[in-house]
């Protein structure tokens, strides 16, 4: 079976499915109503008595949920499921238009390779690169300690890149493009989701008092969604795409473990000369502060720090901000380090791996930040966790399951491996014949991913306990600079294949 | 121990199939009452929604039934868990022997199949699911009427025809089908040459005829029979006859005298470690058999 999955997954042209599937068979809904939806799809189905009724329901179709819809649209066993995507954002329904002389957006994300190659699969990421965008080849980490730095190249480990810097909005708007460039079936609703009732125990709804003709059979197998204009929908599985704040969750009942950080990330966009074609990132006393190249002459700028100096930061003159970032990445704090033909590289010399790559070349000063591009942003520091991932007919992707940190960076990487294990595991089901709500299905997904997650976030976890300073946005960056900090070896191997996403084959240290 | 959990499940399966039903869990005292208002329901004609002569009461006693059936931690548990990889055979047999596209969400459209054995419907749904048209049968009539009431509950299960009859009054009543399917069941069958004589007779030309059982090795002796029945005491002494299980090699013979050439097996092997089935090439505890109707008989 797994041949013929592997098959169904390469082989994508090869449908012969007929349109026609659970949705546009005749679906009983309120009892002895019985209809047929007609083929086309209204983009609001309000009739009253008649709740329209999908095979998935995604809440929040933001970058996580609307990679989910992308990955389903793009396998022949799940691609002639009906979705229903409930945001509250009205953007989505008409396309979000990105102009590419658009001031660039604070919120950026570092895709990993492995992400790339998922959206590259799901036709995805072809609409990332029409906007912008900055893949970086290099980056430098070091320390205000003057100690030591580590400058990595994509070439030593064979690859094109080592990750690529896109605003939120593009990856948001390339994943929308995607969804609606295909045949894929969805429809939006930009409501809230107020309630929802799971039938976790279709038939025991027989002993309650319901009127007659509502019969258990009715809706045994779907949960309903009541949503803010009063309307509602029924659907097989419910993902709760929705973020952090997760209402799915909520309405599930999932328990979550989490704790906040008593630091807070500054962010915004600066403007160079001339382009920036590397990553950088300098652990300060009070944090890390990293600056990623976001295409054209703009760079991102993720400066953690305790709450009070983020408010100090937040408030200060642009002018003082943009001496401060400069200060920050140049000698503040403490002096460059040394080059690398003096006792620096001497250190690590016992590694032999690491010579080969790092340290071999001489430091480098970032580029300056002339003028800021965006206003600066605060979010603070937390991670939060969900106990479990699925239920009957209810499962959590991205920040639902799992924050790690409120700012993109990692979280969305590992969002979008969630929403691929998950399409993997509902075109399995469907394969074979399962119903797709089932939770002995879903608890797969779970069992592909949390210990993916849970992992991550134990060593983001155990850094930040062990080192105060160092909860960084970027954890390639801080990965790569407990590298230069000369951690134990099997650990930082461990670190860079989670934090480049591929994480069984390290790919930095590839023996 | 789970492998052992998992055939007290599968034979308990079989003996609910063979209508030997003993009071194995607690569910069991729902059914003392609930079979004589069902018995109004004719067999054969579907029930979109529950016949009006059934009162709630009953029909929530039905479904607490039905949901253990369904309940993926339940008694059933094992054969839920078994479930997908009886049908990741089945289904690439049936779309190698039927030339039907492995890459449809739907492959088995257009065939008509019958689950003899069907119990609550964990095999027949999923066929339906992937397109069949399926009729499921078995000779309990508690089994039908939540399979039934399970399928109802999903338009795309809800085709399914359930009938309370066994294999053999099907054939009397001239019904055929492309593919038969009885999984778990031959080895608590009395004759069981008699009994695929009748899977060949609802079998078309050149159908297809699945089959799953327990091997009469040392194996499945020490696993089904001494652990489970004698050390465990999971299930009552004499529930499985060792001598009456088949061989590989005695399935395919009487088999191929009911007219059935057996043309693909696979074994079925249980990993402790990560709790799941997987096909294989062991079939020296369960197995599975995949047969095509000759032309030439009957």
Same mark, same amino acid.
């Given at each position: 079976?797994?041949?013929?999955?592997?098959?169904?997954? =390469?082989?994508?042209?090869?449908?012969?499915?007929?349109?026609?599937?659970?949705?546009?068979?005749?679906?009983?809904?309120?009892?002895?109503?019985?209809?047929?939806?007609?083929?086309?799809?209204?983009?609001?189905?309000?009739?009253?008595?008649?709740?329209?009724?999908?095979?998935?329901?995604?809440?929040?179709?933001?970058?996580?949920?609307?990679?989910?819809?992308?990955?389903?649209?793009?396998?022949?066993?799940?691609?002639?499921?009906?979705?229903?995507?409930?945001?509250?954002?009205?953007?989505?329904?008409?396309?979000?238009?990105?102009?590419?002389?658009?001031?660039?957006?604070?919120?950026?994300?570092?895709?990993?390779?492995?992400?790339?190659?998922?959206?590259?699969?799901?036709?995805?990421?072809?609409?990332?690169?029409?906007?912008?965008?900055?893949?970086?080849?290099?980056?430098?980490?070091?320390?205000?300690?003057?100690?030591?730095?580590?400058?990595?190249?994509?070439?030593?480990?064979?690859?094109?890149?080592?990750?690529?810097?896109?605003?939120?909005?593009?990856?948001?708007?390339?994943?929308?493009?995607?969804?609606?460039?295909?045949?894929?079936?969805?429809?939006?609703?930009?409501?809230?989701?107020?309630?929802?009732?799971?039938?976790?125990?279709?038939?025991?709804?027989?002993?309650?008092?319901?009127?007659?003709?509502?019969?258990?059979?009715?809706?045994?197998?779907?949960?309903?969604?009541?949503?803010?204009?009063?309307?509602?929908?029924?659907?097989?599985?419910?993902?709760?795409?929705?973020?952090?704040?997760?209402?799915?969750?909520?309405?599930?009942?999932?328990?979550?473990?989490?704790?906040?950080?008593?630091?807070?990330?500054?962010?915004?966009?600066?403007?160079?000369?001339?382009?920036?074609?590397?990553?950088?990132?300098?652990?300060?006393?009070?944090?890390?502060?990293?600056?990623?190249?976001?295409?054209?002459?703009?760079?991102?700028?993720?400066?953690?720090?305790?709450?009070?100096?983020?408010?100090?930061?937040?408030?200060?003159?642009?002018?003082?901000?943009?001496?401060?970032?400069?200060?920050?990445?140049?000698?503040?704090?403490?002096?460059?380090?040394?080059?690398?033909?003096?006792?620096?590289?001497?250190?690590?010399?016992?590694?032999?791996?690491?010579?080969?790559?790092?340290?071999?070349?001489?430091?480098?000063?970032?580029?300056?930040?002339?003028?800021?591009?965006?206003?600066?942003?605060?979010?603070?520091?937390?991670?939060?966790?969900?106990?479990?991932?699925?239920?009957?007919?209810?499962?959590?992707?991205?920040?639902?399951?799992?924050?790690?940190?409120?700012?993109?960076?990692?979280?969305?990487?590992?969002?979008?491996?969630?929403?691929?294990?998950?399409?993997?595991?509902?075109?399995?089901?469907?394969?074979?014949?399962?119903?797709?709500?089932?939770?002995?299905?879903?608890?797969?997904?779970?069992?592909?991913?949390?210990?993916?997650?849970?992992?991550?976030?134990?060593?983001?976890?155990?850094?930040?306990?062990?080192?105060?300073?160092?909860?960084?946005?970027?954890?390639?960056?801080?990965?790569?600079?407990?590298?230069?900090?000369?951690?134990?070896?099997?650990?930082?191997?461990?670190?860079?294949?989670?934090?480049?996403?591929?994480?069984?084959?390290?790919?930095?240290?590839?023996? | 121990?789970?492998?052992?959990?998992?055939?007290?499940?599968?034979?308990?399966?079989?003996?609910?199939?063979?209508?030997?039903?003993?009071?194995?869990?607690?569910?069991?005292?729902?059914?003392?009452?609930?079979?004589?208002?069902?018995?109004?329901?004719?067999?054969?004609?579907?029930?979109?929604?529950?016949?009006?002569?059934?009162?709630?009461? @009953?029909?929530?006693?039905?479904?607490?039934?039905?949901?253990?059936?369904?309940?993926?931690?339940?008694?059933?548990?094992?054969?839920?868990?078994?479930?997908?990889?009886?049908?990741?055979?089945?289904? =690439?047999?049936?779309?190698?022997?039927?030339?039907?596209?492995?890459?449809?969400?739907?492959?088995?459209?257009?065939?008509?199949?019958?689950?003899?054995?069907?119990?609550?419907?964990?095999?027949?749904?999923?066929?339906?699911?992937?397109?069949?048209?399926?009729?499921?049968?078995?000779?309990?009539?508690?089994?039908?009427?939540?399979?039934?009431?399970?399928?109802?509950?999903?338009?795309?299960?809800?085709?399914?025809?359930?009938?309370?009859?066994?294999?053999?009054?099907?054939?009397?009543?001239?019904?055929?089908?492309?593919?038969?399917?009885?999984?778990?069941?031959?080895?608590?069958?009395? @004759?069981?040459?008699?009994?695929?004589?009748?899977?060949?007779?609802?079998?078309?030309?050149?159908?297809?005829?699945?089959?799953?059982?327990?091997?009469?090795?040392?194996?499945?002796?020490?696993?089904?029979?001494?652990?489970?029945?004698?050390?465990?005491?999971?299930?009552?002494?004499?529930?499985?006859?060792?001598?009456?299980?088949?061989?590989?090699?005695?399935?395919?013979?009487?088999?191929?005298?009911?007219?059935?050439?057996?043309?693909?097996?696979?074994?079925?092997?249980?990993?402790?470690?990560?709790?799941?089935?997987?096909?294989?090439?062991?079939?020296?505890?369960?197995?599975?058999?995949?047969?095509?109707?000759?032309?030439?008989?009957?």
């Amino acid at each position: 079976m797994n041949k013929v999955m592997k098959k169904t997954v =390469s082989n994508v042209c090869a449908l012969k499915i007929p349109r026609k599937f659970f949705c546009s068979e005749t679906v009983k809904v309120a009892g002895s109503t019985d209809f047929v939806p007609s083929n086309e799809h209204e983009k609001r189905p309000i009739i009253s008595e008649v709740i329209p009724e999908y095979d998935i329901a995604i809440v929040g179709g933001g970058m996580v949920g609307m990679s989910l819809a992308c990955f389903l649209a793009s396998m022949p066993m799940t691609k002639q499921l009906s979705v229903a995507i409930i945001d509250s954002n009205p953007a989505l329904g008409s396309g979000i238009s990105i102009q590419r002389e658009d001031p660039p957006d604070p919120r950026v994300s570092t895709v990993t390779p492995a992400s790339i190659s998922f959206l590259q699969d799901a036709g995805a990421w072809k609409y990332v690169e029409q906007n912008r965008h900055a893949y970086f080849k290099k980056m430098q980490v070091w320390d205000y300690t003057g100690f030591g730095y580590a400058r990595y190249d994509a070439g030593d480990v064979n690859k094109d890149f080592l990750g690529c810097v896109a605003e939120n909005k593009v990856l948001h708007s390339a994943l929308l493009s995607c969804v609606k460039d295909s045949d894929f079936k969805t429809t939006f609703y930009p409501l809230r989701l107020t309630s929802m009732t799971l039938n976790t125990n279709s038939m025991s709804t027989v002993k309650e008092s319901i009127p007659s003709k509502e019969l258990p059979s009715a809706q045994g197998h779907t949960s309903k969604l009541q949503l803010s204009d009063g309307s509602s929908i029924y659907a097989k599985l419910v993902v709760g795409a929705d973020g952090g704040k997760s209402r799915v969750r909520e309405l599930a009942g999932f328990k979550t473990t989490g704790w906040n950080y008593s630091q807070n990330a500054i962010i915004c966009t600066v403007e160079h000369t001339s382009a920036n074609h590397c990553a950088w990132q300098r652990f300060l006393p009070s944090g890390p502060i990293a600056l990623l190249p976001m295409g054209d002459n703009f760079s991102n700028i993720v400066w953690t720090m305790s709450p009070t100096e983020s408010n100090d930061r937040k408030s200060i003159t642009e002018e003082m901000f943009l001496k401060d970032v400069n200060s920050a990445l140049d000698d503040g704090h403490g002096p460059h380090p040394m080059s690398s033909s003096l006792g620096t590289r001497d250190l690590f010399s016992w590694l032999k791996m690491d010579a080969t790559l790092s340290a071999n070349e001489f430091f480098e000063i970032p580029p300056k930040a002339i003028r800021m591009a965006s206003k600066r942003m605060v979010f603070p520091l937390s991670l939060r966790h969900a106990n479990s991932y699925a239920s009957k007919r209810v499962v959590l992707i991205g920040d639902a399951a799992h924050t790690i940190h409120p700012l993109a960076g990692q979280g969305v990487n590992l969002g979008f491996g969630d929403a691929f294990s998950l399409s993997r595991v509902i075109a399995e089901g469907i394969a074979l014949g399962s119903d797709i709500g089932e939770v002995n299905l879903l608890k797969k997904y779970e069992t592909d991913r949390k210990p993916a997650n849970v992992a991550m976030m134990a060593l983001l976890d155990g850094f930040q306990k062990a080192y105060a300073v160092d909860f960084g946005p970027f954890n390639f960056l801080r990965a790569a600079a407990f590298n230069g900090a000369n951690l134990i070896s099997p650990l930082k191997r461990r670190i860079i294949s989670y934090a480049s996403g591929e994480n069984k084959l390290p790919i930095f240290f590839g023996a | 121990m789970k492998l052992f959990n998992h055939l007290r499940t599968l034979n308990t399966h079989h003996r609910i199939l063979r209508n030997r039903f003993h009071p194995l869990f607690n569910n069991t005292n729902f059914f003392s009452d609930a079979s004589s208002p069902q018995q109004s329901t004719t067999p054969h004609v579907q029930q979109p929604s529950p016949p009006s002569s059934l009162n709630r009461n @009953e029909l929530a006693k039905f479904a607490a039934i039905a949901e253990s059936w369904w309940d993926f931690d339940g008694p059933f548990k094992p054969l839920h868990v078994m479930n997908p990889t009886r049908l990741a055979f089945i289904r =690439s047999a049936l779309c190698r022997h039927f030339k039907k596209d492995p890459y449809s969400a739907k492959p088995l459209e257009g065939l008509k199949i019958a689950d003899v054995g069907c119990g609550g419907g964990i095999l027949s749904e999923p066929l339906a699911r992937m397109g069949a048209t399926v009729t499921g049968i078995d000779a309990v009539e508690k089994n039908i009427n939540i399979a039934r009431l399970h399928a109802e509950s999903d338009p795309a299960t809800s085709t399914i025809e359930f009938c309370c009859t066994t294999a053999e009054k099907l054939v009397e009543e001239g019904r055929r089908f492309d593919a038969v399917m009885a999984l778990e069941v031959i080895e608590h069958v009395a @004759e069981p040459a008699e009994f695929c004589k009748s899977l060949a007779a609802l079998t078309i030309p050149d159908g297809a005829t699945i089959i799953s059982t327990i091997n009469r090795s040392m194996r499945a002796y020490a696993t089904a029979i001494v652990a489970a029945e004698y050390i465990l005491r999971w299930l009552p002494m004499g529930t499985h006859e060792w001598s009456s299980f088949l061989t590989p090699e005695e399935l395919v013979l009487i088999l191929q005298r009911a007219g059935i050439n057996v043309e693909e097996m696979a074994g079925f092997t249980y990993n402790p470690v990560t709790g799941r089935w997987s096909l294989s090439d062991d079939i020296s505890v369960n197995f599975i058999a995949m047969g095509t109707k000759t032309n030439n008989t009957e």
